[in-house]
């Protein structure tokens, strides 16, 4: 066979296959729309059902496993929820939104070393993600790290001045040094950018 003829049979392929991948994505994207249907619609299995069709026809689809994972969540199955934020963290493993889904989702099964992990490839990505800091920040208070995570509530100031959440992880983190006065300044001011701070007010009480 000439090289004219195996360049039509390669473009030919080509074209069949570029095809078959559009098909699969727009398949893809039409069982996203149902199972997000079916989410509003608070019918749990069938949505996971989508969901699931939709990442098997696109593994590139972030919404698919964002809700997949979302409903595995909300119907407590936590570990099947981590399951597939880990897939989708294999999948693109440059994602922050999916390195935000599994970090949190972590924090809520209390598997720190595993979450301080994802914020911290977050922090790599973007440093300026005054999010991750603060989430850092929590990790560090849950696992008795008060200086580190004063040194990321700081961060968090610096970078979003107006928000109350640096103030109050502050305030959490010199208060487990034990340096009550600065905490409640730090808490008195969280509750100046947020009046209804109610956990503010709450841990501003345990500080004096």
Known sequence: MDISKLNAVADQL???LSSGQAQREQLAQYALVRGLSFLQEKK???ALGEFKRAVTFNPDLEEAYEYLG???QITGKKEEAIDTFKKWVRNDPY?????TALGN???EKKQYPEAEA?????LQLDPSSAYAHNQLGHIYISTDRPEEAEEHFRKVIKLTPRDANGYYGLGLALNKQDRF???VEAFERAISLKKKFEYAYA?????F
Request: glycine fraction near 4%; hydrophobic fraction near 45%.
């Open 95 to 99: 994602s922050q939104k999916a390195l």
């Open 203 to 207: 841990d501003l009480g345990h500080a």
């Open 14 to 16: 080509a074209s069949i």
């Open 70 to 72: 979302k409903v595995y």
């Open 105 to 107: 989702a972590l924090v």
């Open 44 to 46: 749990y299995d069938r």
């Open 181 to 183: 006065e600065e905490a």
């Open 118 to 122: 994802q914020f911290k490839r977050l």
